[in-house]
């Protein structure tokens, strides 16, 4: 329901536009944590760099730096050598906005599958090695076959370019359409969240998003899945939750310049997934 607006507060937020510089890197840390039990299974902490270029008529490329590993369990090292390879073939993104400023489709989509038909005569090394790289690689090889939905359900993507609200008649709408995500407790199941924030002027110029968000399904969805690979080991029932807290800064120039989201995902006490993601402009590379 739109929220009734006085007109100096229609005043504050109408500089608010989600701009952006013709060139800028950004800093993606990204830490997590998975509890199974009483016992930590696996904490990691990754970062990377995107530099963002905007094109016309809503088209954006985006330059990533390979992850590095800050923390990550021993492991899953030969995984992630593997997933180093894999992402050589997203390196470059481009990708067309719809006018929300949410992800509309991938315009490079050709050039990422050739990289990728390439990539896999490498990896083809690994999957005669072990028959669970082999899985591991077939995954992501169906990811790229569908690029388009794969970036718009990533998560990442969907903190970066998330609908902005609109203004309507002096009203405005503080919730944001349903989106869909990748559950990580239930690889390959999808969830939908609904979420809501509130946008304010800082006091030392620019803005600032405030944004909660809780899973908008009952956890039905899920139960036949949890009964199949998780009720023995976890031994209580289903009480699924997902829920999500954000914060966006955005400088004097409206631009984007510091993102703190957490995520938690949760099957019960006994096992729940915590995810962290902190995104910082670092510099203006051109103005």
Request: proline share 0%.
């Given at each position: 329901m739109p929220i009734?607006?006085?007109?100096?507060?229609i005043d504050d937020l109408s500089g608010f536009k989600y701009a952006w510089y013709k060139m800028a890197e950004y800093n993606i840390n990204i830490k997590s944590y998975l509890t199974l039990g009483k016992g930590k299974a696996n904490q990691t902490e990754i970062e990377e760099d995107w530099i963002i270029s905007p094109g016309e008529y809503n088209h954006i490329a985006i330059n990533s730096s390979p992850q590095r590993y800050i923390q990550s369990d021993g492991q899953m090292q030969p995984f992630y050598e593997i997933l180093e390879k894999i992402n050589k073939a997203t390196e470059v993104l481009e990708i067309s906005l719809h006018t929300d400023k949410s992800i509309d489709e991938v315009?490079?989509?050709?050039?990422?599958?050739?990289?990728?038909?390439?990539?896999?005569?490498?990896?083809?090394?690994?999957?005669?090695?072990?028959?669970?790289?082999?899985?591991?690689?077939?995954?992501?090889?169906?990811?790229?076959?569908?690029?388009?939905?794969n970036i718009k359900l990533n998560f990442l993507y969907q903190i970066m370019f998330y609908p902005l609200p609109a203004f309507r008649g002096g009203g405005f709408i503080d919730e944001i359409p349903v989106r869909t995500a990748l559950s990580t407790l239930f690889p390959g199941e999808k969830l939908r969240y609904s979420s809501h924030y509130k946008i304010s002027k800082r006091d030392e110029g620019g803005y600032i998003v405030k944004l909660e968000a809780k899973n908008k399904d009952?956890?039905?969805?899920?139960?036949?899945?949890?009964?199949?690979?998780?009720?023995?080991?976890?031994?209580s029932a289903l009480a699924y939750a997902y829920s999500v807290e954000g914060e966006y800064v955005y400088n004097e120039d409206s631009v984007l310049s510091e993102v703190m989201f957490h995520v938690k995902e949760e099957l019960n006490e006994n096992m729940f997934y915590v995810c962290r993601y902190h995104i910082k402009l670092n510099k203006k590379v051109s103005v």
């Open positions: 009734e607006l006085t007109n100096e507060k315009t490079n989509k050709n050039e990422v599958l050739n990289k990728w038909s390439e990539i896999k005569k490498d990896l083809h090394f690994f999957e005669l090695v072990k028959e669970s790289y082999k899985t591991f690689i077939h995954i992501y090889d169906k990811e790229f076959n569908n690029i388009d939905d009952d956890q039905s969805q899920f139960e036949n899945v949890y009964k199949d690979k998780y009720q023995r080991t976890l031994g």
